[in-house]
């Protein structure tokens, strides 16, 4: 008894439950949709029978609802279909979202599938919803029928119960026009949504697309990613570094404790300027602001990261060869920011995990390769390792190492971070482009 009695509940939450009620909302709408384009046709009908009402002959009626889906069909193929009733699908047919497609239709074969569902939606939809506008009423009479004489005796075309066939028959013939509406509403309702996802579902373009706008995505997560890391991290450790040594000569050298707390001060204000553009980035609307700070780069910022480096008491030298243009403003700029990142990261790794002077070479060089010859930038930064666990820490690279492989890797070039002749070698080959000709 349990289990038909919950049988019976399943039963009727399909033909007039909730889910049942939106689909029927859903088919109202297609048959609202359909309107237009039927009353556009039934005229058409009407002028070619002789100039007659279509509305008032059911055969014309039905001839211009036929005529109608031509036409549906012919504007089922614009852009703007599929994510109209993807949005009324999800909200209303209990179709899963994930199951969907996303944004306009992109081929030709997913703008025929799309105009398959609209006219399917529009068709069916019209006729459930003429369905919903004549049962109901006529239900209604034929259940007062039997308690309402005037209904008998009026001229609805309903006389023949007042003959031989019993009148009180009238009730149960009203009630399954009723049951027969919910249940064609119903089965219209269920299948279209399990067409749904055949019909407005992803295709193969539409999954590359959206696995290229994720790894777009992922690709900008990951760049944010690494100028936190390089902005951040560098601060942190030039800022900790700066504030221990003038810790311990803060009695026997009051100039380099100034120095030092200079330093720190110019560390923060910098990497706050840089936070702030990073988390710029993350908001809409605020990649291209007027007012972020701009992205640090060798001829602008290079001479201030090395002070800063050397405020921490560090001794860092640089050999600087901007090749014959003489000055690295003349590098191209994805190439000049890309380069400050790694030298800074290379400065931040010497400062956490090295025992010792930091030498920097970076060089404008000219390789020859396939006939030709091109310009590339080197980047060449050596110092003592430390010892121990520092030094087992480092050698198996961190987040940092992995950035700026990263970084070179986006311009054509590469990074080999390791041991060297008894020295930690940070060295990177960034292209610059451009033949030498």
């Given at each position: 008894?349990k ?21 029927w ?5 297609g048959?609202?949709l359909l309107?237009p384009?039927?009353?556009l046709?039934q ?16 055969p014309?009626?039905?001839a ?10 012919a ?5 703007l279909?599929?994510?109209m ?5 999800r909200?209303?047919?209990g179709?899963?979202?994930?199951r ?6 992109r081929?030709?074969?997913a ?9 399917l939606?529009?068709?069916v939809?019209g ?7 004549a ?26 119960f ?15 026009l009723?049951a027969?509406l ?18 407005l ?5 539409d ?9 777009a ?6 760049r944010?990613a690494?100028?936190l890391?390089d ?5 942190l ?9 003038a810790?311990?000569v ?19 204000r ?7 553009t990073v ?17 640090p ?10 002070a ?8 860092v ?10 000055d690295?403003g ?8 890309e380069?400050?990142?790694i030298?800074?990261?290379g400065?931040?790794n010497a ?15 000219e ?16 110092n ?21 492989a990263?970084?070179?890797g986006?311009l054509?070039?590469h ?22 000709r």
């Amino acid at each position: 008894m349990k289990a038909a009695g919950r049988g019976v509940r399943r039963g009727l939450g399909w033909l007039v439950g909730a889910q049942a009620r939106l689909r029927w909302v859903h088919l109202i709408l297609g048959g609202a949709l359909l309107m237009p384009y039927f009353l556009l046709t039934q005229v058409v009908v009407g002028i070619l029978a002789g100039g007659v009402n279509a509305l008032a002959s059911f055969p014309l009626s039905l001839a211009a609802y036929a005529s109608a889906l031509p036409l549906v069909a012919a504007t089922g193929v614009f852009g703007l279909v599929r994510p109209m009733s993807v949005t009324a699908v999800r909200a209303m047919c209990g179709v899963p979202g994930e199951r969907l497609a996303e944004g306009t239709a992109r081929s030709w074969a997913a703008r025929g599938r799309a105009t398959a569902w609209w006219t399917l939606h529009l068709g069916v939809g019209g006729l459930i919803s003429g369905m919903s506008l004549a049962v109901p009423p006529m239900a209604v009479v034929l259940i007062c029928l039997p308690f309402v004489a005037t209904l008998r005796e009026s001229p609805l075309g309903i006389g023949w119960f007042t003959t031989d066939a019993d009148v009180y028959l009238a009730p149960l013939l009203g009630v399954g026009l009723l049951a027969g509406l919910s249940l064609c509403s119903a089965v219209a309702g269920s299948l279209l949504g399990r067409l749904a996802p055949v019909l407005l579902g992803p295709t193969a373009a539409d999954r590359l697309a959206a696995a290229e706008e994720r790894a777009a995505d992922l690709a900008v997560r990951n760049r944010l990613a690494r100028e936190l890391h390089d902005a951040v991290g560098h601060a942190l450790s030039a800022v900790s570094l700066q504030a221990a040594a003038a810790r311990r000569v803060l009695d026997r050298d009051p100039e380099f404790v100034r120095e030092a707390l200079g330093a720190i001060e110019d560390t923060a204000r910098r990497t706050v300027g840089e936070l702030d553009t990073v988390l710029g980035l993350l908001r809409d609307g605020d990649a291209a602001r007027s007012d972020a700070a701009p992205a640090p780069t060798l001829a602008a910022d290079l001479d201030g990261l090395l002070a800063r480096t050397r405020a921490s008491g560090t001794p860092v030298t640089a050999e600087q060869d901007p090749g014959p243009a003489g000055d690295w403003g003349q590098l191209p700029a994805i190439a000049s920011r890309e380069a400050y990142r790694i030298v800074q990261e290379g400065l931040s790794n010497a400062l956490r995990h090295g025992a010792g002077p930091v030498a920097l070479r970076l060089a404008v060089q000219e390789r020859t390769g396939k006939g030709s010859r091109h310009r590339e930038l080197e980047i060449v930064m050596t110092n003592p390792p430390g010892t121990g666990r520092e030094r087992e820490t480092r050698t198996t690279g961190g987040r940092g190492l992995h950035g700026a492989a990263e970084r070179a890797g986006l311009l054509g070039g590469h990074v080999e971070a390791g041991p060297h002749r008894g020295l930690w070698r940070l060295r990177a080959v960034l292209p610059l482009g451009g033949e030498v000709r």
